[in-house]
C-alpha cells in the first residue's frame, strides 16, 4: 500500500444512481492516485456553516483503480450542510482529499473464492472491486449479495448484473430486505474454503457476523467493516 497524500482534484460530474443516491467524479489530471479496492479518501469541503460532524467525511472510492480518469465516491445525500455543498459542486470546482485509507482489502494471492455480503451503500466497495478484477480478467469465483430497504434503493444494480452476464466467475445476486441464512444457502454453494467479506450498517453487519458463525464459519474467513454516519 501507498502512504496517504493530499490532492486537489477537479470536480467533473455527478450520476444519480438510485433514489437519494449519487455518485460524484472528480479528474485525476496529471495525479497519480494509487489505490487498492476498498480502501477510502477523507474529502473536505469549503462549507460556510457546518454542522456538528464539520467539513469533512470519509468515502470509500467506488470507481475502479484501474480508471485512468476519474475517482469517484457515492452516498447518500441526506439534509446535511456537507450533502448540500457536495451537491452545489461546480464543474472545474477543486476539492481536497487526503488518501488512500484503510485495509479492508482483499488478499489477491489467495485464490480462495469470494463471497461479498452488502446491506445498502456498503455496496461502493465491492463495486470498485468487481470492476477491478473483471477488468483484470484473471479472478477467483466472486459471489454479490447484496440487499436493501427497497427497490429504488438498488445501487449499481444494472451495471453489475452487465458485468455478471459478461463474466462467468461473477455472480450478483440483489434482494429487498434482509440476508439472512436462507438467502446465503440459496445462492452460496458450499461454505467451505471461502472468504466472505460484509460491508453495512452497524446492527446488519454484526447480525451477518452471528448467522456466518452459526453456519461454522471460521473467524479467519469473515471480514468485516461498518459504515457509519455517512
Not at 444512481?17 to 496529471?30: I, L
Not at 484473471?138 to 452476464?165: C, G, Q, R, W, Y
Not at 447480525?207 to 453456519?215: A, H, R, T
Amino acid at each position: 500500500m501507498v502512504n496517504p497524500k493530499t490532492y486537489f482534484l477537479k470536480f467533473s460530474h455527478r450520476k444519480k444512481e438510485a433514489s437519494n443516491v449519487y455518485s460524484f467524479f472528480f479528474e485525476k489530471d496529471s495525479n497519480k492516485i494509487i489505490f487498492e479496492p476498498g480502501q477510502y479518501m477523507k474529502v473536505f469541503l469549503e462549507i460556510k456553516n457546518p454542522d456538528n460532524r464539520g467539513s469533512s467525511r470519509y468515502f470509500t472510492i467506488s470507481e475502479n483503480p484501474l480508471d485512468q480518469k476519474y475517482i469517484s465516491i457515492t452516498t447518500k445525500v441526506i439534509r446535511s450542510s456537507f450533502k448540500k455543498t457536495l451537491m452545489k459542486l461546480k464543474k472545474g470546482g477543486k476539492v481536497k482529499f487526503f488518501g488512500p485509507i484503510g485495509t479492508f482489502l482483499l488478499n489477491e494471492r489467495r485464490n480462495k473464492e469470494k463471497v461479498f455480503l452488502a446491506g445498502g451503500i456498503g455496496i461502493t466497495p465491492f463495486h470498485s472491486t468487481i470492476k477491478y478484477f473483471y477488468e483484470k480478467k484473471k479472478h477467483p469465483k466472486i459471489t454479490l449479495l447484496a440487499s436493501f430497504s427497497e427497490k429504488n434503493s438498488f445501487v449499481f444494480m444494472d451495471e453489475l448484473l452487465e458485468i455478471a452476464k459478461k463474466d462467468p466467475g461473477i455472480i450478483v445476486v440483489y434482494k429487498i430486505g434482509r440476508i439472512d441464512k436462507k438467502f446465503i444457502l440459496d445462492n452460496v454453494l458450499s461454505l467451505n474454503n471461502k472468504e466472505f467479506y460484509v460491508v453495512g450498517p452497524a446492527k446488519m453487519v454484526e447480525d451477518i457476523f452471528k448467522v456466518l458463525k452459526s453456519m461454522s464459519v471460521p473467524d479467519k474467513n469473515i471480514f468485516k467493516e461498518d459504515f457509519t454516519g455517512y
